[in-house]
């Protein structure tokens, strides 16, 4: 058979199928061929219903359509694009290490592998599964394709637990925290520094802010059996107008990242209560999710996969699929710490044990 | 007799000479008009040496010379340049209130006609004058003329007195104040916010440096009998990377403004004591100057215009003099609170009484 060039062949093993994912580039913005491809090769498969959306694609069994009684049903997401190429593009196998290099190993690539291992040899599955592979995760939330169907077709999204393969060093990370950003604003009066005593400095005014940020102290609340861990800090200062002139504003851009305890409209609150009497304005914010490990499918798969799971404390889309009322987890094999950097690899291992680890519980 | 454009009456009353000077655009830069007008009206006058250098003029008695004895100099000095105009150009006098609206009435126009009249009138004063008209003092000090002469021809500019006539709302004001720049960093450690713990917070960290600001108590120590009063404040602040970074660096530039009875190097040595152990980088600096009213002819002057002696607490030509160990004070009719502002103005009363009270000093 001759293969069409970016031709995906879904019986590779999971190492070997990422680095072909990763040779085919996909920086956000340009994940066309990519999508092209990996369409191309789900609508090889007769047991899925394929859509595309601009570059995000899914496929879907329809098994409880068929009256074979399945009722539950899961999706597995990852996004197909990546940050911009650091001179590691494209892939380096190591044979040595089983280790796989370049830009988008571990973030995300080797969980699409596996999410499309899953697709092709999961022909009757014990749950029905919505395969999601979305464009654009890297840049601003607008463009996310995961949030343009959460959107414009929520129902594609509708399931009863959701998997998404980011990089999780294959353990079960539990829910994500939300994050705000607020500006407070410290005021005083101008003067000309040689008599500076007619003013009011407004830098030093902010010190009270800081002396706030400096007080403050964690919570590390247990969510559904998880241990989250607050952060409140100072992202940015800026306050000045001349050498010579005492000057009469300060702002200080706070980013809260908060458990999924507190809904996004208790921590703007909490950060209005925190820092008042200054003004404080609402820059962005975006709700955490919480775990929901402790019941239902996702308690099932917390134990089909084994370990210990844990809680998730940065912002990921998992929070998406929690606006919609579907609990979710981060499952996947790369290594989240290493991703964005040029030194970005996966290993083996942890794509075949995830691999194995999702075929189990969906076929078991 | 046909007035050449631009040529100045030197026999008008100080008022309508002011009007004159200010109506002959001198916007810093731009000093040539005036500076030739007031050389043609210098050159009239016999009894001074005029030189030229750029578009500062020089003119001096040379009386000591001529063997009649006399041995003390006094320089009276004022710049002829402006601020930008802000729709307050040319000149309009308020007959009803006896008042000269306008760019660089009080500073310092009204302090030039005080000069240009004294040096017309003054054929035989009772000490060597030295008049000095000088460019460039509302811009950079490498462009400033009283600069360049104590760079280039320092003995120009010898002298046992010397009077800046700027606008000193016709009260003695001795010496100034130093002033220096210095920027004092903090430093921490990156992370990303959601794991902030990982880092060190160096906006945070900075919170230490505004505490030794806000704490900080001013000196207002007595020099040769005025009072100063110092001022320590910050007058910029910069930090931040990302809104999901914690920062490794916070910058803040504060402003010393020191009574002279510390030096330059002592001020830098107080700031860098004062921060430590945060490095302390020292941007720009000007030393301050004694007011030295307490004896010799800077006492007699005093003595003779009455009124009781202020301090200078802004920064002032003042002290290029004290560089070269002359002792000098700001006395001038103009206001120093209008001064760059659109309704600057300055008033008929005060030009006529610093007129008479140089006169009567330079002539009793």
Redesign the interface.
């Known amino acids: 058979m001759v293969l069409v060039d970016h031709d995906l062949d879904l019986h590779a093993e999971g190492p070997a199928l990422t680095a072909d994912l990763v040779d085919i580039a996909s920086v956000s913005g340009q994940e066309g061929p990519l999508a092209d491809a990996i369409e191309r090769a789900l609508r090889r498969l007769p047991h899925l219903q394929v859509t595309r959306h601009g570059n995000t694609l899914v496929a879907r069994t329809e098994l409880g359509n068929t009256g074979r009684g399945k009722k539950e049903r899961v999706v597995l997401a990852g996004h197909i694009d990546t940050v911009p190429h650091a001179a590691n593009f494209p892939s380096q196998w190591d044979p040595e290490r089983q280790r796989l290099s370049g830009v988008g190993t571990s973030d995300m690539k080797a969980g699409v592998a596996v999410q499309l291992r899953l697709a092709a040899a999961l022909t009757e599955p014990n749950r029905d599964v919505t395969y999601v592979f979305y464009e654009c995760e890297e840049v601003d939330a607008a463009r996310n394709g995961l949030f343009l169907l959460s959107r414009n077709a929520p129902k594609t999204l509708q399931a009863d637990f959701a998997i998404l393969l980011e990089p999780s060093g294959g353990v079960v990370e539990g829910g994500c ?1 939300g ?1 705000l ?1 607020a500006a407070i604003t410290a005021r005083g009066a101008r003067a ?6 007619m003013g009011k ?1 407004a ?2 005014e ?2 009270a802010i ?2 706030i ?2 007080a403050w102290e ?1 919570r590390r609340p247990l969510v559904d059996g998880l241990e989250y ?1 607050e ?17 009469d504003e ?1 702002v ?2 706070v ?1 809260y ?1 908060f458990a999924p305890d507190r809904s996004e409209d208790e921590a703007q609150a909490y950060i209005r209560d925190l820092f008042a009497p200054y003004p404080v304005e609402i ?1 962005d914010s975006a709700p955490g999710a919480k775990p929901g490990l402790t019941t239902g499918p996702a308690a099932e798969f917390a134990k089909a996969v084994g370990g210990t799971p844990r809680a998730k ?3 990921t889309d998992v929070a998406r699929f929690a606006e919609l009322g579907i609990p979710a987890v981060n499952y996947g094999p790369g290594i989240s710490e290493i991703a964005h950097t040029p030194d970005e690899y996966v290993d083996a291992a942890p794509i075949v044990a995830a691999e194995h680890a999702l075929t189990t519980w969906l076929t078991s």
């Open positions: 925290q994050t950003r000309h520094t040689a008599r500076s005593w400095n830098i030093h902010a010190g800081l002396d940020l400096r964690p861990h952060g409140l800090n100072a992202v940015a200062v800026s306050g000045g107008i001349a050498g010579n002139v005492v000057p300060c200080i851009t980013n990242r820059l404390l940065g912002w």
